[in-house]
């Protein structure tokens, strides 16, 4: 175990004097966990190998799922990557903000950090704290979402320390992170655009800049065991609480979905609820939790990560979610999550 030091941001004291510390710690090669706009970040020195192998090792990630690393400004990405005319594109429009750009690597990014690939992913977060945080260190973050490898990413850092407390030197507390959901991944190559991951940035932002965007089958799809995604991350069961999680898609006939859900609801087994207001209300037990408003995406997506951790919390034996079908907005990110975390189990009705 180690000392883990826990350090709170006071809006009203001065940024910089609050992250003294912890920009000590990782110039020494520590490990410190920072918010971000998107979810809490497990950071350390994208260009020190051995800092960097801590991170596989506090997280028990492996090492073949290459890590993000966060400048604070988009043309820092020129010191450690090649840049592209899409890049700025994408730099002047979407950052800072929850958008990471896969780029080829310049020689100072150690392959450990990219798993072996010859690319690298580029991310400027906006979050004040974030990028104070990077512009202070002096040099690139490598972080992955601060989570135990597997489980939902943190979006609180009593997430963080749940997870990570002993195992990493220090965590910043900045509130909880407004967006919830990981940055959107893509890769651009001439004015070609692919979509590894679905985040933040929706696809319909994206249209105002490509008119043409591939959607990697991974997003949407199980992969069969020869197939490879195109963010190696995206192959490993993720974002999932202990019980297993059954996914129902809600259409325009709500009646069948609730009958389903009163059914299971009247067994002996602990039965967990995750679905918007209307039909959350219907159900006032503490294992039914609420995503927020139907018809607003921005509070679902902040809130699912922090629901389905605390269906550990409660223990339940099986979940089950209803949420809306995908669209281009940020329904298809919180779409891909659920798929991931529930195996692609999904409960025709
Ligand atoms: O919002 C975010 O992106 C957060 C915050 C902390 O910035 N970070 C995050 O990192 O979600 P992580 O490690 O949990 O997810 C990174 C994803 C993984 O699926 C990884 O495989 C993919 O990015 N990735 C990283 N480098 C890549 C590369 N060179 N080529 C393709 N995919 C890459
Ligand atoms: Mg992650």
Same mark, same amino acid.
């Given at each position: 175990m180690i000392n883990t030091e826990?350090?709170?941001?006071?809006?009203?004291?001065p940024l910089d004097e609050q992250l003294l510390r912890p920009v000590d710690i990782i110039k020494k090669g520590g490990l410190v966990a920072f918010p971000t706009e998107t979810v809490y970040g497990l950071g350390a020195s994208a260009?020190? *190998?051995?800092?960097?192998?801590?991170?596989?090792?506090?997280?028990?990630?492996?090492?073949?799922?290459?890590?993000?690393?966060?400048?604070?400004?988009?043309?820092?990405?020129?010191?450690y990557c090649y840049t592209n005319e899409s890049y700025y594109k994408i730099a002047n429009k979407f950052m800072p903000g929850p958008i990471t750009?896969?780029?080829?690597?310049?020689?100072?990014?150690?392959?450990?950090?990219?798993?072996?690939?010859?690319?690298?992913?580029?991310?400027?977060? *906006?979050?004040?704290?974030?990028n104070k945080f990077i512009e202070l260190c002096g040099f690139p973050i490598a972080a992955p979402s601060a989570n135990t490898s597997g489980k939902p990413s943190p979006t609180k850092a009593e997430h963080v320390f749940d997870d990570m407390n002993g195992k990493i030197d220090c965590i910043i507390d900045g509130g909880q992170s407004t967006i919830g959901l990981e940055s959107t991944i893509v890769r651009v190559i001439d004015n070609k655009c692919t979509l590894l991951r679905p985040g933040g940035i929706t696809i319909n932002q994206l249209y105002e800049l490509f008119q043409d965007i591939e959607i990697d089958k991974a997003v949407i799809s199980k992969l069969s065991d020869n197939e490879h995604p195109l963010a190696p991350g995206m192959k490993y069961r993720h974002y999932a609480p202990k019980a297993p999680v059954y996914l129902i898609l809600r259409d325009n006939n709500d009646s069948k979905i609730i009958e389903f859900l009163d059914n299971k609801i009247s067994t002996n087994i602990k039965t967990g609820i995750l679905a918007s207001n209307e039909i959350v209300n219907r159900y006032k037990g503490k294992y039914s939790l609420s995503l927020g408003a139907n018809n607003n995406e921005r509070e679902q997506a902040q809130n699912l990560f922090d629901r389905l951790r605390e269906f550990d919390k409660l223990d339940v034996e099986e979940i089950y979610v209803v949420i809306n079908q995908k669209n281009n907005d940020l329904g298809l990110a919180i779409y891909n999550r659920l798929l991931k975390a529930s195996g692609f189990n999904i409960i025709e009705l």
């Open positions: 826990y350090i709170k941001i006071d809006d009203k004291l260009l020190d *190998e051995e800092a960097s192998k801590k991170i596989y090792l506090a997280k028990g990630r492996p090492s073949d799922n290459p890590l993000i690393i966060h400048i604070s400004k988009p043309s820092d990405a020129e010191k750009v896969i780029l080829k690597k310049k020689d100072n990014i150690p392959l450990t950090i990219t798993g072996g690939l010859d690319t690298v992913a580029v991310r400027c977060p *906006e979050n004040k704290v974030a």
